[in-house]
């Protein structure tokens, strides 16, 4: 209890010192590890509370281990933490059968007793769907996520069969849900560790203090400079090559990309695609580029009295020019967006009517609309680049000067990044520039978290747009069990979204990583980061 009284204070400490941590020595890393860069940091290490950022796509898959993962080639759902499964004939009942020996980790504030059982896995889900868990409001409460899919009002139970079986119970049939639970948010939690910081009163350190089962454990978390994972050797696979891996998540000094020229920086995670030259150029520096599940879009706040009328949504879509974005800001590495879906989807429906550059259509649909004398409107535009959009603020400025072509004027409202759980605090803002990086290969994993009426329910629907019908159709999709049925509910879904336009698609980005070449071992997906535990450098 000691060291986990002391490690506590250190850490409250290098809290209030907040960009005043120790430079991070590379030439020492670099003898047993590696220094991955190009993220900003983390508001919590739990990736059950966010969904998006460093905690979910990076941080997750090296912390915590999920019940299923998904196949980084046909995105199927395969075996981790539970080695099989079988579900009942109505599609509501899922028997999962766990791996017997996996390890928690061993840290400075948390010594496990026991393996990973049963009750672990009803206590990582019960927090989420349960309100009288004693978990369940620690933090902010939210769990956007899960939220954002309706998984409350899904899961009716989870119990423990025996102490390596345990039972799902659903409200109704869910084609997704082998997915869903495959994804980095959907990590198993420690119910030991739970159990003792709720008879010591520090339910929080739960989510700042991580224990999971993953190849590193957190060692050591700098504010805006450093988190540094070490490798857990009791992990239940392979053991991991590298002793450490440091995230540089630090602004001062210079640039990303400076710091990986100079081998300060051994991992460059997607690099603007202006920098893409430079690297290729340097025969140190190896570029792994790959389709991504992604989508950046504009999110057209419906409940502002102009943007409640279809045609100027309508209008807004035909005045951008997305092909001088792709030239400008993606350099050759993204392709134009006619769908919220992605060309890799299954159920992609490419539409090049209604997604198109048409100047002259969008002054007659505002001339429709009441507004031929012009409109001014406000934008969120975050700075942190992402896959989907490698520099957002250089979109929202030939954006802004597509509108002004047609009349509209457009302010933009910069911020270091975009969180869709403080919607409450922009009701001033009228236009969202942002994206969607997806979990599956599902297409409900992209419609329902972004434009559902569950998700405006709970605060998470950017657009503010609810369409029964539009549910209806997402409903129906998770429910039948032929393929050619559900992409027939798909494409009829987009129609409505190409109609309505809660969203302006824009381009889909590749996603990219920049790596010291004495390094190997990265496992690419097209969904976020992979466990780090088969990389090692070359001697």
Known sequence: MKAFIQFTLGLFTLSLLAGCGEEIDHNKIRQKGFVYCGQGGPSTFNPQLVDSGITSETLSPQIYNTLLTLDNDNYQPVASLATSWKVNKEGTEYIFDLRKGV???N??????????????????????????????????????????????NLVVDVTALSPHRVKFTLSRPDNSFLSNIATSHAVILSKEYALQLELSDEKGMLDSHPI?????????????DL??????????????????VVFDIS??????????????CDVLNSPLSSQLPIIEQNDDVQLTAKPAMNISFVAVNTSHPALNDARVRK???????RQNILDSVYYGTGSQAYSVLPPSSWAY?????????????????????????????TMSVPLEPRAYNPSPRKTAELIQANFADVGITLNLMTNDRFDRSHLDSNANIDLYLTGWIANTGDPDNFLRPLLSCDSKRVGLNVSSWCNPDFDFLLDLALEVDKLRYRKNLYKQAQNILNEEFPVIPLNHGMQMQAHDTSLKGFKVSPFNAQPFDTVERLQ
């Open 349 to 377: 429906q490419k539409d090049a009517i209604q997604i198109r550059y048409d100047r002259n259509y969008a002054l007659a649909l505002l001339r429709e609309a009441g507004y031929s004398k012009g409109l001014e409107l």
């Open 251 to 264: 602004q001062r000094g210079t640039g990303t990309l400076a710091k990986l020229l100079r081998k300060e």
């Open 315 to 321: 209008a807004l879509n035909y005045a951008i020019n």
């Open 212 to 224: 999971g089962t993953g190849p590193f454990y957190l060692a050591e978390y700098q504010v805006n």
């Open 103 to 105: 390890q928690f980790q």
């Open 107 to 152: 840290t400075a504030w948390f010594t496990p007793s026991r393996a990973m059982n049963a009750d672990d896995v009803v206590f990582s889900f019960h927090r989420i769907i349960d309100s009288t868990n004693p978990f369940h409001y620690v933090g902010s409460g939210l769990y956007p996520w899960f939220s954002g899919i309706d998984f409350s």
């Open 227 to 244: 988190i540094r994972l070490k490798r857990h050797n009791g992990y239940w696979k392979t053991r991991p090559k590298m002793e450490q």
